[in-house]
T-cell receptor, first 112, second 114 residues
Framework: GEDVEQSLFLSVREGDSSVINCTYT??????LYWYKQEPGAGLQLLTY?????DMKQDQRLTVLLNKKDKHLSLRIADTQTGDSAIYFC????????????FGTGTLLAVQP | EPEVTQTPSHQVTQMGQEVILRCVPI?????FYWYRQILGQKVEFLVS????????KSEIFDDQFSVERPDGSNFTLKIRSTKLEDSAMYFC????????????FGPGTRLTVT
């Protein structure tokens, strides 16, 4: 079945770049997403990439997609303490319902 | 900016009781979803709903669960007889169409079953 995997934890220093990685199994995914979840809060869509793209840049965020390896990454430049959160990778296969399949989430801890 | 709202933010119930979690999706959206997140685990799809019927449900969504859109604005998730393992954060989401890349999530309802 569909599965999305991420590393559980990443610690970086403020000002450094963060790279969060994700692997997925469903090659028919139409879109791939990065969601951010701050403590006690809901899911905020950070960015997404269409499956026929290799890269997308949005201000401090860069998404890289390697479709052959089914690997997605999120790079956050100049990481700030406010970026501390859980980051979820998700895939969407479209189809009848466009349900999202989420990864395990990566806790990003930014040290001042 | 329009947003998905959910009530209550926190619900505590005893095992065996029925609970109804409420969501108000964004007004022009047509597709509605429930997801849940057990503490420390990944967000899991429960059910999707379109045109007043379930379009897909996961293995988690058994006979104890039901969804309804009782009027033009609310979208509810009912758990008939809650179990301890139903304790989780429940998220509602909506989107305009299947081709829309974005599902808008509500802030969630934390359900605690004691």
């Amino acid at each position: 079945g569909e599965d999305v995997e991420q590393s559980l934890f990443l610690s970086v220093r403020e000002g450094d770049s963060s790279v969060i990685n994700c692997t997925y199994t469903d090659s028919s995914s139409t879109y791939l997403y990065w969601y951010k979840q701050e403590p006690g809060a809901g899911l905020q869509l950070l960015t997404y990439i269409f499956s026929n793209m290799d890269m997308k840049q949005d201000q401090r965020l860069t998404v890289l997609l390697n479709k052959k390896d089914k690997h997605l990454s999120l790079r956050i430049a100049d990481t700030q303490t406010g970026d501390s959160a859980i980051y979820f990778c998700a895939e969407s296969g479209g189809g009848a319902t466009n349900k999202l399949i989420f990864g395990t989430g990566t806790l990003l801890a930014v040290q001042p | 900016e329009p947003e998905v709202t959910q009530t209550p933010s926190h619900q505590v119930t005893q095992m065996g009781q029925e609970v109804i979690l409420r969501c108000v999706p964004i007004s022009n959206h047509l597709y509605f979803y429930w997801y849940r997140q057990i503490l420390g685990q990944k967000v899991e799809f429960l059910v999707s709903f379109y045109n007043n019927e379930i379009s897909e449900k996961s293995e988690i969504f058994d006979d104890q669960f039901s969804v309804e859109r009782p009027d033009g604005s609310n979208f509810t998730l009912k758990i008939r007889s809650t179990k301890l393992e139903d304790s989780a954060m429940y998220f509602c989401a909506s989107s305009t169409s299947l081709s829309s890349y974005e599902q808008y999530f509500g802030p969630g309802t934390r359900l605690t079953v004691t």
